[in-house]
């Protein structure tokens, strides 16, 4: 095992892919880090607004909220299982800043990595089926579509994580879908707030992402990875990021209306600053990571405020 300094810059070890072996197990901390867990509030904030979002209307239901958190656990573990392979096995993550990469830097083979995604998506699947069951069959098709979209980031002939398009289906899937569909299985429709509260998360996880992609602008762009930051340029990209922390704001504005209580998720505010402020002073490569926990926590943060406060009301 090579030291926490080489994996933060991303360096493998010198001779090891070049030799042709990879060692077949990484220890439990890899694989724990190679989840990303930074990314993960962008599971459970969806689910927590989408609840707060059943519990305003008298229809919260624990079990549903149970079972729709692991399917978004799940497919979160699961995109970054499938991202680290097939970044991996193209080279794009052979010289990174930031998480350690299992296949990028040889700790894994990319055969079990990709063992790894696969089951964390049967797992999103079994848990969505269950809830299908539960609710409405027609959701089937829903959760077909995300885990498609799940492997498809990186995983096909023509990724869209590669086309600028990685912003926009996080949007969608980890922003609308996953709270508007939490509300679903908990009141059996759709409300305007669980729309609005989607709207809120689905800015902050896309701004993970942006922080994620302007972190690695530089060895994406060498790498042929074209992303929204390589294709808007760092400049734009960082009044991308500043502008999906104003939209989530306005959100909150727009839902404060019918109860101030969600003002709670303000708690995020402080997070929100500092890491706007941090893109906005131009840092960047290792610099970035802070960033990225703290739009992550601002994340989390936001969406159990906004859930409490609709709860309390």
């Given at each position: 095992m090579w030291g926490a300094t080489d994996r933060l810059q991303g360096h493998k070890r010198p001779g090891y892919a070049a030799a042709g072996w990879m060692r077949v197990v990484a220890d439990l901390a890899q694989w724990i880090e190679g989840a990303r867990p930074r990314t993960l509030?962008?599971?459970?904030?969806?689910?927590?607004?989408?609840?707060?979002?059943?519990?305003f209307i008298g229809s919260f239901r624990l079990g549903a909220a149970l079972l729709a958190l692991l399917v978004a656990l799940a497919l979160q573990v699961g995109v970054n299982y499938a991202n680290d392979y097939s970044d991996g096995i193209?080279?794009?993550?052979?010289?990174?800043?930031?998480?350690?990469?299992?296949?990028?830097?040889?700790?894994?083979?990319p055969a079990a990595v990709r063992r790894a995604a696969v089951a964390a998506l049967l797992v999103a699947a079994a848990a969505g089926a269950i809830l299908s069951a539960l609710t409405s069959w027609w959701l089937l098709?829903?959760?077909?579509?995300?885990?498609?979209?799940?492997?498809?980031?990186?995983?096909?002939?023509?990724?869209?994580?590669?086309?600028?398009?990685?912003?926009?289906?996080?949007?969608?899937?980890?922003?609308?879908?996953?709270?508007?569909?939490?509300?679903?299985?908990?009141?059996?429709?759709?409300?305007?707030?669980?729309?609005?509260?989607?709207?809120?998360?689905?800015?902050?996880?896309?701004?993970?992402?942006v922080a994620n992609n302007l972190r690695d602008t530089s060895?994406?762009?060498?790498?042929?990875?074209?992303?929204?930051?390589?294709?808007?340029?760092?400049?734009?990209?960082?009044?991308?990021?500043?502008?999906?922390?104003?939209?989530?704001?306005?959100?909150?504005?727009?839902v404060a209306t019918q109860t101030v209580l969600v003002l709670l998720a303000l708690l995020a505010a402080p997070l929100q600053i500092r890491s706007c402020q941090a893109v906005l002073a131009r840092v960047r490569g290792a610099a970035l990571i802070p960033v990225l926990r703290d739009t992550g926590l601002a994340e989390l943060l936001w969406g159990a405020g906004l859930a409490l406060g609709l709860w309390l009301a």
């Open positions: 509030p962008a599971a459970f904030a969806p689910v927590a607004a989408g609840s707060g979002a059943a519990a193209r080279g794009t993550d052979s010289d990174r800043v930031g998480p350690l990469r299992l296949v990028g830097s040889g700790v894994a083979a098709l829903v959760g077909g579509a995300a885990l498609i979209a799940a492997w498809a980031y990186t995983g096909t002939a023509r990724p869209y994580g590669y086309r600028g398009l990685g912003e926009l289906f996080v949007f969608v899937f980890f922003g609308l879908v996953a709270v508007c569909g939490t509300t679903y299985l908990q009141a059996g429709r759709i409300t305007g707030i669980s729309v609005l509260a989607g709207v809120g998360v689905g800015a902050l996880a896309c701004a993970i992402l060895t994406d762009r060498a790498a042929g990875k074209r992303t929204l930051a390589v294709r808007l340029g760092d400049t734009r990209t960082r009044w991308l990021y500043v502008s999906l922390h104003l939209l989530a704001l306005l959100v909150l504005a727009a």
